[in-house]
Each structure stands twice: as C-alpha cells, then as structure tokens.
C-alpha cells in the first residue's frame, strides 16, 4: 500500500509477536468453551439457579475469577449457548448438503440442526431453554435467527418459490417466532413423555408456514418434503455394519 504524504510507515512486528498473540486467544478459546462445557453439565444435573460460580470454578479446575472473567453473568452462559445454535446452523448453511437445496428443503435442514443441538443434550438443553426465557431473551437477544431465515426466504423468492409480495424479513420473524414456540413446549417440564419429537413439532409449524409463504405450484412439493422429513424422522436407525 502506497503511503501518502505526512504518513510515517509502521514497523511491523515480529512473526513470534503474532504467533504467541494467535496462541493465548486459543487457549482463551479453549477455556471460555472448558468452562461453559463444565458449566452446562451441571447446570443440567444441578439446575440453572443452584449451580453456583464455586461450582463451575471446581469442575472446570480454574479459580473463582477466572469464571467471572469470562462470564460476569450467568445470562452469559445462556448467551453463549445460543451463540453456540446459531454458529451451527451457519456452518449447516455454508455446508454442500445445503447446495442446490430449494427453500422449503433448506428451511427444514436448518430446523434438523436446531432440534439435533437441542435434542443430543436434552436436560441441558431445557434448562438453557427455560433460564432463557426467565431472562428476557426473546426480547433482548438480537434476532440472528430470523435474519438467517429471512436469508433463505430472500433466496426463496428470488428462485420463484416463494411470494414475492410478503417481507422477507416479516417471514423470517414468523419463522423465529413458531421455532421458539416449539422449543418452549419441547422444555416444559409438563411436556408429556410420549409427545412428539423437538424436530417433528418444528416441521409441523414450518409447513403451516410455508403454505402461506410459497407461490402455488410449490406448495404440494413443501407437504411432499415434509413427510418425507417426518418418515426419516420415524424410522428406526439404520444398523450399522
């Protein structure tokens, strides 16, 4: 880059700088994850509120502060749970199983995502759910979700599949807002035990809402998705070999 006048070059620093520099935020890294990894496993056995910041300190093997260092709050820990959702569905969206995808199929990935995060750590997963909603989440959190479904709808639209008289980003709210219904009833602790699966719920109001969002000609290709999403879902595992 050419230097204009009165502009002094910088030195630059030493490539060992760097690499130590790279190093401590890995292991800053490491340990903000060691300590909400240690955290979320009691949080699931003990319970948000009597898990206590000696608690996580203990079984992360860390002192006290270095806690409250990394999260001054325990709304941080909740923050940082779903930062770790949403971080997912980005990567499932960046991935090649969602290239050529059209929008509804897109759309029910993402909702498979969100329901796997959830549903392979259940207890951990209703508790984060619960103490989300006590702090005021769905108020307070910035919509990143919904502006990642609205991503696809925008996408949606401009392929043909979807209305291109509605929002965009309205639908992307909607979306958002049947998820996290979803994901309310799925964390009761009065849910019964034979009910449907995260993932099933989720399907169910994705199609509700897409029938209203697409064009004609593609909403008998959206309840064809859908029970093939919910038959994948039903049938028993594959053994393996």
């Known amino acids: 880059m050419e230097l204009q006048a009165g502009q002094v070059a910088e030195p630059a620093l030493p490539q060992h700088v760097g690499a130590v520099a790279g190093r401590r935020q890995q292991r800053k890294t490491e340990t903000r994850e060691r300590l909400l990894n240690a955290a979320s496993e009691l949080f ?13 300190a203990s079984a992360a093997r860390v002192a006290r502060q270095t806690v409250f260092n990394y999260y001054p709050r325990k709304e941080d820990f909740v923050i940082a749970w779903g930062a770790r959702r949403r971080e997912e569905v980005a990567r499932a969206l960046a991935s090649s199983a969602f290239a050529g995808e059209q929008a509804a199929a897109r759309l029910a990935l993402m909702m498979r995502v969100l329901a796997n995060s959830y549903e392979r750590s259940p207890a951990a997963g209703r508790v984060y759910t619960i103490a989300w909603v006590k702090w005021g989440g769905p108020i307070l959190e910035e919509p990143i979700l919904a502006t990642q479904f609205a991503a696809v709808i925008t996408e949606g639209q401009r392929t043909g599949e979807i209305r291109a008289d509605v929002s965009a980003e309205t639908a992307g709210q909607l979306i958002r807002a049947a998820y996290f219904d979803a994901l309310w009833r ?41 029970r093939l999403a919910q038959a994948i879902e039903a049938a028993p595992d594959t053994p393996k070999a």
Not at 44 to 56: H, K, L
Not at 191 to 214: H, I, K, N, Q
């Open 44 to 56: 699931a056995s003990r319970g948000f509120e009597e898990t206590t910041y000696d608690d996580i």
């Open 186 to 226: 799925w964390a009761s602790p009065r849910r019964p035990e034979d009910a449907p699966s995260l993932f099933s719920d989720l399907l169910a109001r994705l199609e509700l809402v897409l029938t209203g969002l697409c064009v004609e000609p593609q909403r008998e290709g959206i309840k064809q998705s859908m």
